[in-house]
Nanobody, 123 residues
Framework: QVQLVESGGGLVQAGGSRRLSCAAS????????MGWFRQAPGKEREFVAA????????DYADSVKGRFTISRDNAKNTVYLQMNSLKPEDTAVYHC????????????????WGKGTLVTVSS
């Protein structure tokens, strides 16, 4: 069992930056691929970024490539999402997720999900 708790959300102006964190419980954190997803009001949840257990393989949605960076610190059981050059359309609840198989998390089929943290980008 893995529990995920996101933090770092808040209000930020367009063009600004924000770093989200996701703290995971459990002793096998470094066995899981980790991902970030987001859900904007009235829209379906969408994939944002993913990293493999060793952090040597990453994927990003086209909408965030070049602006967002996913990373992890296995010693701290934490995964991060650094968000730069934020746009109003990045406004959403951001969820982190954990899954053993990397291709499954990229497809949005994660085993464990956090409750999310809200990021609001003002224009």
């Amino acid at each position: 069992q893995v529990q995920l708790v996101e933090s770092g959300g808040g209000l930020v102006q367009a063009g600004g930056s924000r770093r989200l964190s996701c703290a995971a419980s459990g002793r096998t954190f470094n066995s899981y691929a980790m991902g970030w997803f987001r859900q904007a009001p009235g829209k379906e949840r969408e994939f944002v970024a993913a990293t493999s257990w060793s952090d040597d393989n990453t994927d990003y949605a086209d909408s965030v490539k070049g602006r967002f960076t996913i990373s992890r610190d296995n010693a701290k059981n934490t995964v991060y999402l650094q968000m730069n050059s934020l746009k109003p359309e990045d406004t959403a609840v951001y969820h982190c997720a954990a899954e053993f198989l990397y291709h499954r998390i990229v497809a949005g089929n994660a085993r464990y999900w956090g409750k999310g943290t809200l990021v609001t980008v003002s224009s």
